[in-house]
Nanobody
């Protein structure tokens, strides 16, 4: 059974940092891409960052470039999202999603869409106060 479990969310002041974790099981970690998505109230789910567990980071949303860093620990089957310089507009439920990595740019382009992921965790709430 495929499982993705997010953790690390919480309440933080603007300018602060959080590190989210996505612990995975039930699939060959190195053959998948993992993405962090977020969804704020009344808004659609959007891609924040995506990584290939074989080739490294594939995508950062413009709104988080230079502030967020995605990384993988293949020994622990876990993907992290280090979030620095947090802003109130970063507040959302953060989800990790997983999909088989086709290994080519066209196939990987679908990972920036929620529909490109096959499996999802239940999310972790991040609240940034001003």
């Amino acid at each position: 059974e495929v499982q993705l479990v997010e953790s690390g969310g919480g309440l933080v002041q603007a300018g602060g940092s959080l590190r989210l974790s996505c612990a995975t099981s039930g699939f060959l970690f190195s053959a998948y891409a993992i993405g962090w998505f977020r969804q704020a109230p009344g808004k659609e789910r959007e891609a924040v960052s995506v990584t290939s567990n074989s080739d490294g980071p594939l995508y950062y949303a413009d709104s988080v470039k230079g502030r967020f860093t995605i990384s993988s620990d293949n020994a622990k089957n876990t993907v992290y999202l280090q979030m620095n310089s947090l802003k109130p507009e970063d507040s959302a439920v953060y989800y990790c999603g997983a999909g088989p990595d086709p290994g080519n740019p066209l196939g990987r382009s679908y990972f920036t869409r929620p529909s490109g992921m096959d499996h999802w965790g239940k999310g972790t709430l991040v609240t940034v106060s001003s």
